[in-house]
T-cell receptor, first 113, second 116 residues
Framework: QQQVKQSPQSLIVQKGGISIINCAYENTAFDYFPWYQQFPGKGPALLIAIRPDVSEKKEGRFTISFNKSAKQFSLHIMDSQPGDSATYFCAARVSGNTGKLIFGQGTTLQVKP | NAGVTQTPKFQVLKTGQSMTLQCAQDMNHEYMSWYRQDPGMGLRLIHYSVGAGITDQGEVPNGYNVSRSTTEDFPLRLLSAAPSQTSVYFC???????????????FGDGTRLSIL
């Protein structure tokens, strides 16, 4: 059963635009919400992450917004660039000491020049 | 410092064959895990280990076996390959979970496995 649902499946944005990817999680105790970026032929790499006691985190052009009551979080990419074209995964880490990550289905982003 | 190294990068197997996917990390991470990535499914956890000698099942463990005899290595064994196991397999490692610093998982570049 998929406990983290991600949308949209694919996204096309013009250069300079804002890319928004959404995730929602179900009733499970999660303590950490990372976003991973994956380029073709490579493994996922951590992009940005947030803890559930924080509502927003910004790193450069990337921002996570977190709504604990709605069990939703989203990634905003400001001033999107062609180099941002990649697949993005949201994830949620199960609370405790197992380190288990539950991933969303992924979003393929294409930024057109 | 190579990070997480996976071998082989590509493999084609016939149904019923067995093989071992290798994973090694040089960051002295206690936590290691295996995921499979399929289109539209994201990454799904197969097995994980919180330290040498300790392994546990993830979401999709059937048909796979793991062991963790050293901190550095975490091989994944396919016991009798089936076409449904055609996928891209990723190994990841991180510092001990539950630490305050929220250490991220570091991924290898994957093994692309096709089973005919």
């Amino acid at each position: 059963q998929q406990q983290v649902k991600q949308s949209p499946q694919s996204l096309i944005v013009q250069k300079g635009g804002i890319s928004i990817i959404n995730c929602a999680y179900e009733n499970t105790a999660f303590d950490y919400f990372p976003w991973y970026q994956q380029f073709p032929g490579k493994g996922p790499a951590l992009l940005i992450a947030i803890r559930p006691d924080v509502s927003e985190k910004k790193e450069g052009r990337f921002t996570i917004s977190f709504n604990k009551s709605a069990k939703q979080f989203s990634l905003h990419i400001m001033d999107s660039q062609p180099g941002d074209s990649a697949t993005y995964f949201c994830a949620a880490r199960v609370s405790g000491n197992t380190g288990k990550l539950i991933f969303g289905q992924g979003t393929t982003l294409q930024v057109k020049p | 410092n190579a990070g997480v190294t996976q071998t082989p990068k590509f493999q084609v197997l016939k149904t019923g064959q067995s093989m071992t996917l290798q994973c090694a990390q040089d960051m002295n991470h206690e936590y290691m895990s295996w995921y499979r990535q399929d289109p539209g499914m994201g990454l799904r956890l197969i097995h994980y280990s919180v330290g040498a000698g300790i392994t546990d099942q993830g979401e999709v463990p059937n048909g796979y076996n793991v062991s963790r005899s050293t901190t550095e290595d975490f091989p994944l064994r396919l016991l009798s390959a089936a076409p449904s196991q055609t996928s891209v397999y990723f190994c990841a490692s991180s510092a001990r979970p539950g630490t305050v610093s929220n250490q991220p998982q570091h991924f290898g570049d994957g093994t692309r496995l096709s089973i005919l």
